[in-house]
Structure formats: structure tokens, C-alpha cells
């Protein structure tokens, strides 16, 4: 499905990342693991590699423009193009308004939205130099849809995520590339060091009934910068088990 294709995952440690990465390896991509930490970028380049498929490994903070240099030069040096960008990185936080401290809320909006702006800039450059298309994939989250108390500044930074995508996608039409995001709930994966969650702890706001997987996220992944989404662009694409529906429903 992506044979020849090269595509850079940000954020590319454990959960999510990882998934994303091996999922797009494993339909033909060549994958650029990007992670802040070289010991989880190295870990995911390393488990694509042992299942027979091409993978680097690169380490650099997306909010720093000479890292992002770094990543496409590393990523021509490998591979010589690059055709998918996978924007995944993301810390966050837990206080709402009247708790959060203004150095930690610059820092989160940094990271996940002005660091997915840097990243998608520098990388978007090259697929426009190269003049060969391309599509871009942010991950939302459902907390940048709606409103609710705590994680203000992750929530806002999200927000920014989506109106972000569909900017860029009205921008990079004319040089053929597709920019889309998705938007993931909850995860029963270990995160943080807590134990994963059983299904049966699922809160009644995702009616499918179960938590999210990482191939859940992958998967709509693939298809996003597949051939079979080719006339999508500006699109966000739920993979919430329902959760956006109940609440617009509700």
C-alpha cells in the first residue's frame, strides 16, 4: 500500500507512536522514528528492523527549528525524500484555569501546537521542493473538541491542532498534499507508568464500549495517507469509539 514511500513519526515511542510507526512499515513505508528521547526513537527504529522492514532512528525536540533541519536532512541522507509526516508528539498537564502556572501552559501549547507548526513546516518545504505530493496526518484528541474543566492548556493546544490542519490543508492543496487529523480518545494502554486499564472501567461517554487501542489509531492512520483517501484533505477523522457522537447527540 505505501511501497516507496517515506514517512517521518513524531512522537514515535511507546503506545501510539510505536504503532503507528511499525503499521506504516509493515505496508511498505521506509519510517523515520522521531522521538525527544533517542533511547525510545532508537527502540522503535530497532522493533521495525527486527520484523524485516526499514526504519532510523532520530532524536530532537519538534519545537526547535534547527532539530526539525536535522530530521529532514537525516531523512534525505537515508532514504532521499519524504512523502508522509505523522505529527503525534504531545505532553500535557492536568490543572484547569485557576491552577495552571503560565511557564507550564507556554510550555504545553509550545510542544503540541507550535512544535507540530514547526515540524510540519520544515518537512512540508521539502515535499513542496520535491514537487511529488504528499499527506500529513495530526493527531486532535477529543479534548479539543469540547470544553471541560481541568487540562486547559492541553485542551486549547488540541483545539489549535484542528483549525491548524484544516489551514494547512487549504495552503498545500495546490502542491498536492493532504493534511488531515484524527482524533483519538482514551487509550487503556499503560501510560506514565500506571497500569493498563481494563475494558470494564470504560466510561460510559465512549459507547462502543471498550478503550482505544494503538492499532484503533494506526490503522485510520493508514488509510489517512493511503491512496484511498485521496480526495481527503482538511478532514478530521474520529476514532473515539462514538464518544464525539454521544456528546453532539446529547
Known sequence: MLEGKVAIVS????????????TLAQNGASVVCLDIRRDAAEATAREVVDRGYEAIAVDGDITKPEDMEN???????????????????????SPGLLDE?????????DVILAGTFNCTQHVARQMVAQGTGGAIVNVASTSGHRGK???IAY????????NFTRACAMELAPHNIRVNSLTPTQTG?????KPARPDDEVPASVPRGRWGRPR??????????????????GADLPVDGGNLAMRQSG
Open 11 to 22: 512522537g514515535a515511542g511507546p503506545n501510539i507512536g510505536r504503532e503507528i510507526a511499525g
Open 71 to 93: 530530521l529532514v536532512s537525516q531523512a534525505l541522507a537515508a532514504f532521499g525524500h519524504i512523502d508522509i509526516l505523522v505529527n503525534n508528539a504531545a505532553i500535557t498537564s
Open 101 to 109: 502556572d503560565l511557564g507550564t501552559f507556554r510550555k504545553i501549547v
Open 149 to 151: 474543566s481541568g487540562a
Open 155 to 162: 485542551q486549547s493546544a488540541k483545539a489549535g491542532i484542528l
Open 189 to 193: 494502554m499503560p501510560v506514565g507508568g
Open 216 to 233: 484503533d489509531q494506526a490503522q485510520a492512520v493508514l488509510f489517512l495517507v493511503s491512496d484511498n483517501a485521496d480526495f481527503i484533505t
